[in-house]
């Protein structure tokens, strides 16, 4: 009988726990808006790290990154990821807006497709991922949330799980990168004090 409440009680808690999810909705009045392709247009770094379940700091990472466009609806993203261990990693998203605020999204270590939305300065992407640990790959699930900031900052934080429980959270910063002295010297302002 204590086995029975025991589990009645836990399918509870896991029942009003997922009710608490966030909804990208929410934050549609948020500025400034998040325009993902924009943002990853260009090169841009992330800094971050994965802690596990416990809070225990497990890896610390950069990335690179370079967006580009392809035609109106379609997005390529690269990303080169290098550990604080040594350890490099590429990842290459092939992004299609499908409509406005919805998006798709695939790679060689995600299985199926990638969904999100955006709303406001926020984005969400839900997609399962072969993640490598030691010589084996984990079939893991990300609920991805970005929160872009007033000084084009765009906060990142993951939640990962294996069959409904939580195994980490990946948190990172990305920042765009700055133009090019030239592409500067472009700008109608910036080309009078330049003279």
Same mark, same amino acid.
């Given at each position: 009988?204590?086995?029975?409440?025991?589990?009645?009680?836990?399918?509870?808690?896991?029942?009003?726990?997922?009710? *608490?999810?966030?909804?990208?909705?929410?934050?549609?009045?948020?500025?400034?808006?998040?325009?993902?392709?924009?943002?990853?247009?260009?090169?841009?770094?992330?800094?971050?790290?994965?802690?596990?379940?416990?809070?225990?700091? #497990?890896?610390?990472?950069?990335?690179?990154?370079?967006? #580009? #466009?392809?035609?109106?609806?379609?997005?390529?993203?690269?990303?080169?990821?290098?550990?604080?261990?040594?350890?490099?990693?590429?990842?290459?998203?092939?992004?299609?807006?499908?409509?406005?605020?919805?998006?798709?999204?695939?790679?060689?270590?995600?299985?199926?497709?990638? *969904?999100?939305?955006?709303?406001?300065?926020?984005?969400?992407?839900?997609?399962?991922?072969?993640?490598?640990?030691?010589?084996?790959?984990?079939?893991?699930?990300?609920?991805?949330?970005?929160?872009? *900031?007033?000084?084009?900052?765009?906060?990142?934080? &993951?939640?990962?799980?294996?069959?409904?429980?939580?195994?980490?959270?990946?948190?990172?910063?990305?920042?765009?990168? &700055?133009?090019?002295?030239?592409?500067?010297?472009?700008?109608?302002?910036?080309?009078?004090?330049?003279?």
């Amino acid at each position: 009988m204590q086995t029975i409440r025991a589990a009645a009680i836990g399918a509870a808690v896991v029942t009003l726990i997922g009710c *608490q999810d966030m909804r990208v909705e929410d934050f549609s009045a948020r500025e400034p808006k998040l325009d993902l392709f924009q943002y990853f247009e260009g090169r841009s770094r992330a800094w971050g790290i994965f802690e596990d379940r416990f809070g225990r700091l #497990r890896r610390e990472f950069t990335v690179d990154i370079v967006g #580009r #466009r392809q035609g109106a609806a379609d997005f390529v993203l690269e990303e080169d990821f290098v550990y604080a261990d040594g350890e490099t990693q590429r990842r290459v998203w092939r992004l299609r807006q499908i409509s406005p605020g919805v998006y798709e999204g695939e790679a060689d270590d995600v299985i199926g497709t990638a *969904q999100g939305q955006s709303s406001g300065n926020a984005l969400n992407w839900r997609y399962a991922l072969a993640l490598k640990i030691g010589e084996t790959n984990w079939n893991v699930d990300f609920n991805d949330w970005m929160f872009l *900031q007033p000084d084009g900052v765009l906060l990142n934080r &993951a939640r990962v799980s294996k069959w409904g429980i939580g195994i980490g959270e990946v948190t990172l910063s990305f920042q765009r990168a &700055a133009p090019a002295k030239a592409e500067m010297l472009d700008a109608p302002a910036l080309k009078s004090v330049a003279r």
